[in-house]
């Protein structure tokens, strides 16, 4: 092998100085500022794209802390008004309540009248009959007609409860 003789040995040390020195030059102008460009460049837009990705988590924060107080009135405004539409059901029923209540109590007032009247006439009746009775039996008992005053009397005092 060529590459083992010691007598080509400086020539190729003298080619290998020359070819890497010519690589260190192309290498250090030309290819690594490029690189360092596009390094620099992507550096560039990671951060805008962190700076742009920051604003719009501020953004969405602000916009969920808005969203919760909107909920939250809007909550507010409903409990209200589910409170109002129950205070004005509970007066509306307690009204109807209060008007029931004076129907049904002169209701019963007309109707206790007209038992009262009814318990009187009956009274009343059951009277006459007891007098007519109490008189017929009298003179059964007797044999000759009873004072019609005085049965009347008898029969007014056994009502009341004189015995």
């Given at each position: 092998?060529?590459?083992?003789?010691?007598?080509?040995?400086?020539?190729?040390?003298?080619?290998?100085?020359?070819?890497?020195?010519?690589?260190?030059?192309?290498?250090?102008?030309?290819?690594l500022?490029?690189?360092?460009?596009?390094?620099?460049?992507?550096?560039?837009?990671?951060?805008?794209?962190?700076?742009?990705?920051?604003?719009?988590?501020?953004?969405?924060?602000?916009?969920?802390?808005?969203?919760?107080?909107?909920?939250?009135?809007?909550?507010?405004?409903?409990?209200?008004?589910?409170?109002?539409?129950?205070?004005k059901?509970?007066?509306?029923?307690?009204?109807?309540?209060?008007?029931?209540?004076?129907?049904?109590?002169?209701?019963?007032?007309?109707?206790?009248?007209?038992?009262?009247?009814?318990?009187?006439?009956?009274?009343?009746?059951?009277?006459?009959?007891?007098?007519?009775?109490?008189?017929?039996?009298?003179?059964?008992?007797?044999?000759?007609?009873?004072?019609?005053?005085?049965?009347?009397?008898?029969?007014d005092?056994?009502?009341?409860?004189?015995?």
């Amino acid at each position: 092998m060529p590459q083992f003789d010691p007598a080509v040995w400086l020539p190729q040390l003298i080619w290998l100085a020359i070819a890497f020195a010519a690589l260190y030059l192309l290498m250090s102008r030309v290819a690594l500022p490029r690189i360092s460009d596009v390094l620099e460049e992507r550096e560039h837009k990671i951060n805008d794209s962190l700076r742009k990705a920051e604003n719009l988590r501020e953004e969405a924060e602000t916009a969920a802390a808005s969203y919760e107080r909107m909920m939250a009135d809007a909550r507010a405004k409903a409990q209200a008004a589910v409170r109002e539409v129950r205070e004005k059901a509970a007066e509306e029923a307690a009204e109807h309540h209060a008007e029931l209540s004076d129907k049904l109590a002169e209701e019963i007032a007309v109707g206790e009248a007209r038992i009262a009247e009814e318990r009187a006439r009956a009274v009343a009746g059951v009277r006459d009959m007891a007098v007519e009775v109490a008189e017929a039996a009298a003179a059964r008992l007797v044999g000759e007609a009873v004072d019609a005053k005085k049965v009347t009397a008898a029969v007014d005092t056994a009502i009341k409860g004189g015995g």
